[in-house]
């Protein structure tokens, strides 16, 4: 079955360490994305990459880091830097040109 | 700036009633719009799209309005069903671009 896969579903750190988000797609889709979710205020945009070996800032980049190295990974590093990092984090991915957003079910990172 | 607004951050139905969930837009140059539906710890799924060419489009029991001179659209889900109970996310994207900027989210309570 075609899909894709975030893990961990729940991961906690302690306040000052990095942590690194999987996200995996076996649809061959080029486009993935990283959103992050905080009640009331939505899915908003932190990394995305249309082809492998780029990737651009979405609205709240500052803290965070991607990487592309192959079409089906997308990894999201939460950086010591990211100020409130506590979140749900959902990555998604779609073809080019095409709207539909194919998403994982999330990691629910907690930081103390 | 919030591009895409849901003003209405929870609406309560009773089964087999219509829902109407709402949702306004600021910039003119989206031509696609998407409703997601999300359940708890879960990734948002896809439901239903239209584009700006269009004025409605139908699916089942979900019907999906744009107005494109109030720039608002309106998702119609009847007869509502307890299982619809989520919350519901709109999504716009404007040419040349695979981004989705997602609203703020309504969340629909289904009670018998």
């Known amino acids: 079955d075609g899909g894709i896969t975030q893990s961990p579903k729940y991961l906690f750190r302690k306040e000052g360490q990095n942590v690194t988000l999987s996200c995996e797609q076996n649809l061959n889709h080029d486009a993935m994305y990283w959103y992050r979710q905080d009640p009331g205020q939505g899915l908003r945009l932190i990394y995305y990459?249309?082809?492998?070996?780029?990737?651009q800032k979405g609205d709240i980049a500052e803290g965070y880091s991607v990487s592309r190295e192959k079409k089906e990974s997308f990894p999201l590093t939460v950086t010591s830097a990211q100020k409130n990092p506590t979140a749900f984090y959902l990555c998604a991915s779609s073809i080019q040109q095409n709207y539909g957003y194919t998403f994982g079910s999330g990691t629910r990172l907690t930081v103390v | 700036d919030q591009q895409v607004k849901q003003n209405s951050p929870s609406l309560s139905v009773q089964e087999g009633r219509i829902s109407i969930l709402n949702c306004d837009y600021t910039n003119s140059m989206f031509d696609y719009f998407l409703w997601y539906k999300k359940y708890p710890a879960e990734g948002p799924t896809f439901l239903i799209s239209i584009s700006s060419i269009k004025d409605k489009n139908e699916d089942g029991r979900f019907t999906v309005f744009l107005n494109k001179s109030a720039k608002h659209l309106s998702l119609h889900i009847v007869p509502s069903q307890p299982g619809d109970s989520a919350v519901y996310f709109c999504a716009a994207s404007a040419p040349n671009t695979d981004k989705l900027i997602f609203g703020t989210g309504t969340r629909l309570q289904v009670f018998p």
């Open positions: 990459s249309q082809i492998v070996n780029d990737f």
